[in-house]
């Protein structure tokens, strides 16, 4: 199940890794809206991990098989023992789960488009977090005050 996450989570470690340094600095309000607009993601991820785990188990996998099998095709030198039916099974199941992704993108701008950001102010504002830790501690701040007042 970890894999499937990670797998969904590669959008938004991708969306972080992409953008290139920069000097510009993040005002409290941009930070508010970032820590809305990354909640909001979360919140999103969350679901299409379902949606993948229900796709993976429609197509008769658990999780974790279909973890194994996923990593024995990314690792040539990883060996798993697998029938044909698994091998069609799991490669249904990544079919689908890849349906789910780029649907899901789409989904992912419209949720931070309406906390105010565009893509490039949510990837320049994550990858800026990432490398200033003052930075990532006011963003901690921010998202348990808003928690806080849920």
């Known amino acids: 199940m970890k894999k499937v996450i990670s797998t969904v989570s590669i959008f938004l470690f991708a969306v972080f890794a992409a953008i290139a340094q920069t000097d510009a600095e993040v005002t409290d309000a941009q930070l508010k809206k970032f820590a809305d607009a990354y909640q ?16 993976i188990e429609k197509e008769g996998l658990t999780p974790e098989r279909f973890n194994e099998l996923y990593e024995a095709n990314m690792d040539p030198e990883k060996e798993v023992e697998a029938t044909d039916k698994e091998k069609v099974k799991q490669e249904a199941a990544m079919a689908a789960i890849q349906g789910i992704q780029e649907s899901s993108q789409a ?17 320049g504002i994550g990858a800026m977090v990432q490398q200033d830790p003052e930075l990532q501690q006011k963003l901690q701040a921010i998202m348990m005050e808003q928690q806080s007042n849920q």
């Open 40 to 55: 909001s993601v979360q919140m999103a991820n969350q679901e299409i991990q379902q949606k993948m785990v229900v796709a």
């Open 107 to 123: 989904q992912m701008e419209e949720k931070i488009k309406e906390k105010g950001l565009t893509m490039e102010q949510f990837q």
